[in-house]
Every structure is written in C-alpha cells, then in structure tokens.
C-alpha cells in the first residue's frame, strides 16, 4: 500500500509518501504506525503524539482505530487548518 | 451548478461571481478569506492533499446544495505561498432567495474549515512554524450536525 504525510508529519518522517508491505496482522491505522515506527527512528518521532495525528484510508477522513481492509492509499497528517 | 478549485494563482472574484450568477438565482452571497497582516506573519504556505482536497470539497459543495436548495455553489482554494492581503479562499453561492444564499456560505466556510484537507504553514521574521487546528473551528462545524 501507499503511505502519504502531508504538512509537519511528512517533515518529520523525512519522505512524503512510501510504498510499504505490512504483514498481515497489522490491521488497523495505529498498528500500521506502531509497525512503521519500530524500526525507523524519523517514523517513531513524527507518530509519537496520537492525539496530534489524522489519517485518512483511500481519500476518506477515517478515526486511527480504522481497519485497514484493502486500503491502497493510507495518508496520516495534523489535523486539517484549511479556509 | 456546483464549481470546485484548486489552484496556485490568484483567485478572481468577479470570473467566480460570473459563474453563480444565473440559473434563477435572486441572491448571490460571497466569503472571501486574505491573509492577514496583523499578527507578523511574512508568507503563509498553503498545503493540501491532491485528489481528496478536490473531492472533499465537491462533496461540501454538493451538500450545501441540496440542504440550502442552492442554484450553484464555488469554492475556490488557493494553496502554495501567499502573502498578506491575498485571498486564500472563495465561498459564492446562490439561492433564489438571500437567507439560503447566507446561511450556506456561512456553512460552506466552516464544513471547509474541518472537512478539507489543507494544512497552513506561517512564516514569521526568520521561524516558519504549521498552524495548530482549532477547536473553536470544531463547534463551528459541529452546530451544523
């Protein structure tokens, strides 16, 4: 699947989008950012805080307990400041 | 008729008023938002989500529409940098008559607030810094619901 950062997040994981490959019991958002986290100490920082955290599954605004279920493009960024 | 953008370049006013006047409609209401120049801010980045900005902002539209009995609603988002005194964003709508007209600008400003993917990042003297969302744009969304 993709992974797209938009605005502090992408700044922080240093990249704005990756093509990843999660095993299958990650299930959810939250277990795709802690599996995305172990192991890469940029991801670790910028999914630090959850609650400074939105997501969205295939361009639809989702909560970050969403089960992933076939999605093709996960995007995790701040909450939106638009208008 | 409902007219979504997204653009780099200056936003025209009178082309977007062009565009909902017409169709029946006796009242046409705007909302300009500009950068403001009060608080130090040197340049504002606009950054959005290609793809679900345009549909976001479609699906707002298209609800301001149907809840409102709108004859055509525009939303118009500038993204990349900008500086004070520009126009970030454009709201129109037209209605046949003026209380639907401003009740759904008032609500398309505020939906847009919270269900639109763009993310503003200030740049003060020498420190850029991302805008924290706020809450109080929350409850103006939420007394919509």
């Known amino acids: 699947m993709d992974v797209l950062y938009f605005a502090w997040v992408r700044e922080a994981v240093g990249k704005g989008s990756e093509n ?64 | 008729m409902i ?17 909902v006047e017409g169709d029946g409609a006796g009242a046409v209401a705007t909302f300009t938002g500009l950068v403001r120049a009060d608080d130090g801010v040197a340049v504002l980045e606009l950054e ?11 699906a707002v539209a298209r609800e301001a529409t149907d809840r409102f009995a709108l004859t055509a609603a525009t939303i118009i988002h500038r993204v990349g940098a900008m500086r004070p005194g520009e126009r970030i964003v454009l709201v129109a709508t037209a209605a046949p008559h003026r209380s639907a007209a401003l009740d759904a600008c008032a609500y398309l400003i505020d939906r847009l607030k919270t269900d ?28 919509w619901r």
Not at chain 1, 30 to 57: G, K, M, Q, Y
Not at chain 2, 117 to 142: I, L, Q, S, Y
């Open chain 2, 3 to 19: 007219r979504v953008g997204v653009q780099s370049e200056p936003i025209d006013v009178a082309a977007a008023l062009a565009a």
């Open chain 2, 48 to 58: 959005h989500y290609p793809g679900m900005t345009e549909a976001a902002l479609e």
């Open chain 1, 20 to 83: 990843v490959a999660p095993p299958a019991d990650v299930t959810t958002v939250t277990e795709l950012l802690d599996w995305l986290a172990r192991d890469s100490v940029p991801h670790a920082t910028a999914f630090a805080d959850r609650t400074r955290l939105r997501a969205a599954i295939d361009q639809q605004f989702v909560p970050l307990d969403a089960l992933l279920a076939g999605a093709r493009e996960v995007a995790i960024f701040p909450p939106v400041t638009g208008g």
């Open chain 2, 116 to 143: 639109a993917p763009f993310w503003k990042r200030e740049t003060r003297a020498d420190a850029a810094r991302w805008v924290e969302a706020r809450g109080t744009d929350d409850a103006a969304a939420e007394r």
